[in-house]
Nanobody, 123 residues
Framework: QEHLVESGGGLVQPGGSLRLSCAAS????????IGWFRQAPGKEREEVAC????????YYGDSVNGRFTISRDNVKNTVYLQMNNLKPEDTAVYYC????????????????WGPGTQVSVSS
């Protein structure tokens, strides 16, 4: 079964930082564009950041631009999301997924979702 596994979530105070990791199971991570998405209670799943196969393209949602950084290491089969200056509004379950669609950071184009990792920002 092809899927991804997220890790690195936890509880952090406002202004703090976390680094999330996304690792492949059952396929080669370097063959896919990878995206990070999040879903808060009662809200739709929204795009956070996406990265192309060779890291030449990155995309950030407006609410996280300037605070989050996506990167990948295809040799290690891992994609990262560095999250700085976290806000309570960032509280959500964070998921990663993969796609073959060349120019996309749309939720509906991604598949092989992981189970998610919880990020909670609170004092």
């Amino acid at each position: 079964q092809e899927h991804l596994v997220e890790s690195g979530g936890g509880l952090v105070q406002p202004g703090g930082s976390l680094r999330l990791s996304c690792a492949a199971s059952g396929f080669i991570l370097g063959y896919y564009r990878i995206g990070w998405f999040r879903q808060a209670p009662g809200k739709e799943r929204e795009e956070v950041a996406c990265i192309s196969i060779n890291s030449g393209f990155t995309y950030y949602g407006d609410s996280v631009n300037g605070r989050f950084t996506i990167s990948r290491d295809n040799v290690k089969n891992t994609v990262y999301l560095q999250m700085n200056n976290l806000k309570p509004e960032d509280t959500a379950v964070y998921y990663c997924g993969g796609t073959y669609v060349v120019d996309s950071c749309k939720v509906g184009d991604f598949h092989s979702w992981g189970p998610g990792t919880q990020v909670s920002v609170s004092s």
